[in-house]
């Protein structure tokens, strides 16, 4: 049995995203950016990289995280359209939730998961495959 077989999710595991935005709101939090994604957004807000890291990034130890609002909502949450004003360009950290390590580090993990994503759980399976493509992309 290889060590990706192993998992506890082997069969996949639902997810279809309903576009609540509640994974973008609420508590204080990190959006860990790197340099190419802090340049990739820059490019699509068209704003200097410079005003764009001074404006809506913060220096955490090593890493950048984006700001939020003092509501901790992600600061490129549109509140009145409930959804994302640059999702083209979204960080790996959002295009890969809700299928991150600490999300799937066990069936309970998972559960409570589901239970702040009315996404997750429901929807077509995802496959092991895919899930591992997008769980290699980051660590949270
Ligand atoms: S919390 Fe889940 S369902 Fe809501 S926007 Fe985020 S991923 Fe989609």
């Given amino acids: 049995m290889t060590e990706v077989s192993k998992k506890w999710y082997h069969a996949g595991l ?25 340049a990739t957004l820059a490019k699509l ?23 939020e609002f003092p509501t901790g909502d992600c600061v490129f949450f549109d509140a009145e359209k409930r959804s994302c004003g640059v999702y083209e360009a979204r960080p790996r950290q959002c295009r890969t939730w809700p299928f991150w390590d600490s999300n799937l580090e066990s069936p309970e993990t998972w559960q409570a998961t589901c239970r702040d994503c009315p996404g997750s759980g429901k929807g077509p399976v995802i496959s092991l495959e895919d899930i591992e493509i997008q769980r290699r992309q980051v660590k949270i």
């Fill in 14 to 38: 639902q997810f279809k995203c309903t576009g609540c935005g509640d994974c973008c709101t609420g508590e204080p939090g990190f959006v860990w950016i790197d340099e190419v994604e802090i």
């Fill in 45 to 67: 807000i068209n704003m200097p990289l410079e005003e764009f890291q001074d404006t809506y990034t913060r220096r955490i130890g090593t890493r950048w995280s984006l700001v």
